[in-house]
């Protein structure tokens, strides 16, 4: 009984040195769902923020100006 016991608790114990290499390998990798690996917020340029803001000005206008005439 005992070295069954014995035997089982080392093959468990081998069971989980794989298990635990196999997780560092994965962690490792930290891909995220497109392939790549995750990463911080971009930086955007002041001028990248500017375009940005301007294009979205134009857009509410786009629609403010179709509620006006559609009211």
Do not use: F, H
């Amino acid at each position: 009984m005992t070295n069954t016991l014995s035997k089982t608790i080392q093959d468990l114990v081998e069971q989980k040195k794989r298990i635990d290499s196999a997780l560092r390998v994965l962690r490792g990798l930290n891909l995220s769902e497109g392939g790549r690996p995750a990463r911080g917020p971009r930086a955007i340029s002041e001028a990248g923020r500017k375009r940005i803001a301007e294009a979205q000005k134009r857009r509410w206008a786009k629609i403010r100006a179709s509620r006006k005439t559609s009211a």
